[in-house]
Every structure is written in structure tokens, then in C-alpha cells.
């Protein structure tokens, strides 16, 4: 089980992971604007809440366990926001009415024990029109592919030590977690990764520090995942409910 305290710890001081948040938010905001996103769920919000980077929803309801970051948002928030603090289970869904028609799971399932409880969770609250877009960490990360060919890890599966201190529990590719998104009873639409990280989020910040890499050479490196579809930091889901199941 995590421990919020030291995560919350940990990832206020996480080399480019700012960076990092920028390209993911930029794909997400992708989908919000594609579907005409207005009445939302986002579970997990961390030190960037959706607002930050999308205001043309008529209501959002964040729901966070983490009392740092939930200050932030109590300070922050437009009146819009519903902040509910906590984490997203059964007792917590049996306190949301409402159906939503659009459902974020941002960089969260990876830190779970039981990433499918809170999918399925999810679903309760989706309607056969809600659409879902999910995104973790990729198995399959430029990155994670080097160090395996340095012989510094011996699977792209195997958990880094920043993955221990960040309390991540599963280290998943795009098929995997389309096989669980799959199994807990969602239709893929579309998936794909964003951003070529070639060296880890350390060594990227210390690069950007000594100005050895730009802001040009960082949207290039998001741009390249054209060329290598599977293998940006990234992964990235989109689904709806499988009326079917």
C-alpha cells in the first residue's frame, strides 16, 4: 500500500518531471477538446489539476487522497470544481450522482496494487457515451530499451529504484494495459505514447540545466514518437464502456 505522505514528498521534487507533465497534459487536452469535454471526473490531479490547462467544461470533480495537493487545489480552484479528498473507491463512488462524459486516469494505475479495482470503480460512474483516457509510464520507454542494452536492468519490466522510491507497483506496455483496460470492460478507441525520453528524468534534468538540450530539441523528441509509436515515456489509452460485458 502507498504511503501518501512520502509520495507526495517525492513528487514535488522530481527532476523533469515538470517537463514531462507539460506533453502529457498537451495529449489529454488533445481528447478534452476532440470530445467536447463538460462534465468530468479526474482522479488523481497531483501538483497540476485539469483546470490548469482546460477551462471549457461546465463542471469537474477531482478527486485526490493527498492533503498537499488538495491545499493546492482548495487555493487555486475555480468555483466550477468539486474537490473531493480521498481515494477513489466504493464508499467515495457511492457519493457521486451524477454520470460523466469524461473520465482521466492520470499516471495513477502504475502506483496501485489493484489498478483494475479502481477502472472498474470508474466505470460505475460512466455511461455507455463517457469516454476514458488513460496514461502511465511505458515499459517500453526509449530509456528502459538503452539501459536494457547497457545490461543496467536484465527485463524492461523490471522496476527501476525509481520506481521503488516512488512506490510504483506495475510496470506496464501498451498491451498490457490495453489487456487490462480490456478485461475490466472497456472498448480501445485509440492509444499510442508521446515523448522519446532517451535518458532518465535526472539526466534529462542535468542536460537541461547545463543547456545541452533546448525546448526545440524537447518538442522534437515528442515529435520523433511518429517514428517510434511503442516507445515514448509515455502510454496512453482511450476507451468507452463495452455494453457487452
Do not use: W
Not at 481515494?87 to 457521486?96: C, M
Not at 460512466?126 to 536494457?148: Q, Y
Not at 532518465?200 to 537541461?208: G, I, R, V, Y
Amino acid at each position: 500500500m502507498r504511503d501518501i505522505n512520502i509520495y507526495q514528498d517525492e513528487y514535488k521534487n522530481n527532476p523533469f518531471e515538470e517537463h514531462l507533465i507539460f506533453y502529457r497534459h498537451r495529449k489529454t487536452l488533445e481528447f478534452l477538446r476532440k470530445h467536447h469535454a463538460k462534465n468530468i471526473l479526474e482522479i488523481g490531479c497531483g501538483l497540476r489539476p485539469l483546470y490548469e490547462y482546460y477551462t471549457d467544461f461546465d463542471s469537474l470533480v477531482i478527486v485526490e487522497p493527498s492533503e498537499d495537493f488538495c491545499a493546492e487545489v482548495k487555493r487555486l480552484k475555480p468555483a466550477n470544481v468539486i474537490l473531493m479528498e480521498g481515494v477513489f473507491d466504493g464508499a467515495l463512488v457511492e457519493k457521486l450522482k451524477e454520470k460523466f462524459d469524461f473520465i482521466v486516469i492520470s499516471s495513477l494505475l502504475h502506483e496501485l496494487d489493484n489498478p483494475a479495482e479502481l477502472v472498474k470503480a470508474a466505470i460505475s460512474v460512466a455511461s455507455p457515451e463517457t469516454f476514458f483516457h488513460i496514461n502511465v509510464p511505458n515499459a517500453k520507454s526509449f530509456h528502459r530499451l538503452l539501459a536494457l542494452k547497457m545490461g543496467l536492468i536484465s527485463s524492461l519490466y523490471e522496476k527501476s529504484e525509481r520506481q521503488h522510491r516512488y512506490q510504483q507497483n506495475t510496470t506496464f506496455d501498451l498491451d498490457s494495459l490495453t489487456k487490462l483496460l480490456k478485461e475490466c470492460g472497456l472498448i480501445i478507441e485509440s492509444k499510442g505514447s508521446i515523448f522519446i525520453k532517451p535518458f532518465t528524468h535526472q539526466q534529462m534534468q542535468a542536460l537541461l540545466d547545463k543547456e545541452v538540450f533546448s525546448s526545440d530539441l524537447l518538442e522534437g523528441l515528442d515529435a520523433l514518437v511518429s517514428e517510434f509509436p511503442d516507445n515514448g515515456a509515455e502510454i496512453f489509452v482511450n476507451g468507452r464502456i463495452n455494453e457487452g460485458i
